[in-house]
């Protein structure tokens, strides 16, 4: 095996560097359609349940869009409210 190894600009992403990019110019525009990636919508106050499902694997629950008192109501397109509930145990 190799000897002295160095990682160098491992970990966290420059998230804060881009978001104004992304946000005004894929995001708000269209150019990038978010709802691929979303998978399931929930009121914010089941997120403590829904974190147990997260730990458990459920399958299928990828990305999540949280929804409080100041969300919009679901486009056409991007995944309804969801019960933690009605989801399986894993």
């Keep these: 095996m190799e000897t002295g ?3 160098i600009g491992n970990g966290q992403a420059p998230v804060h ?3 104004q990019l992304i946000l005004e110019d894929y ?3 269209a150019k990038f359609d978010i709802s691929l990636i979303l998978t399931h919508r929930f009121k914010i106050e089941d997120l403590a349940k829904l974190y ?3 730990d458990k694997r459920v399958e299928g ?3 999540c ?3 409080t008192r100041f969300s919009d109501p679901p486009k056409a397109g991007y ?3 969801t019960r933690v509930d009605d ?3 894993a």
Excluded: G, S
């Design 5 to 7: 190894i160095r990682l």
């Design 17 to 19: 560097k881009y978001w």
């Design 27 to 29: 995001i708000m525009t």
């Design 52 to 54: 147990a499902k997260f």
């Design 61 to 63: 629950l990828l990305k």
């Design 65 to 67: 869009f949280v929804e």
């Design 79 to 81: 995944p309804r409210l």
């Design 87 to 89: 989801l399986p145990d």
